[in-house]
């Protein structure tokens, strides 16, 4: 059984930090490059950071280059994201996602998110 499961969202002031965790399990997690989206109210799906299957190459968004940081721990089967000088347009639900391309496509697998809120 496929899963990703996504920890450590919460609420935190302008300014602070948050360092979200995906476990990832029923698949081979080293196959797969990993990705963290998020979603704001209203707002459509955003790629905010991306990591290749080696921890050697990584993706981000203007908007958190400088702030984030995405590593990833093969041993451990789980990707992070760090994530420093937190602003309230960051506020959103973070997804983890695993793609990975093969002859018929990608095969992608989702997690259910973890809510991020930044506010006084």
């Known amino acids: 059984q496929v899963q990703l499961v996504e920890s450590g969202g919460g609420l935190v002031q302008p300014g602070g930090s948050l360092r979200l965790s995906c476990e990832a399990s029923g698949f081979t997690f080293n196959s797969y490059g990993m990705r963290w989206f998020r979603q704001g109210s209203g707002k459509e799906r955003e790629l905010v950071a991306a990591?290749?299957?080696?921890?050697?190459?990584?993706y981000y968004a203007d908007s958190v280059k400088g702030r984030f940081t995405i590593s990833r721990d093969n041993a451990k089967n789980t990707v992070y994201l760090q994530m420093n000088d937190l602003k309230p347009e960051d506020t959103a639900v973070y997804l983890c996602?695993?793609?990975?391309?093969?002859?018929?496509?990608?095969?992608?697998?989702w997690g259910q998110g973890t809510q991020v809120t930044v506010s006084e």
């Open positions: 996602n695993a793609e990975k391309w093969g002859r018929t496509g990608p095969t992608n697998h």
């Open positions: 990591i290749s299957t080696e921890p050697g190459s990584t």
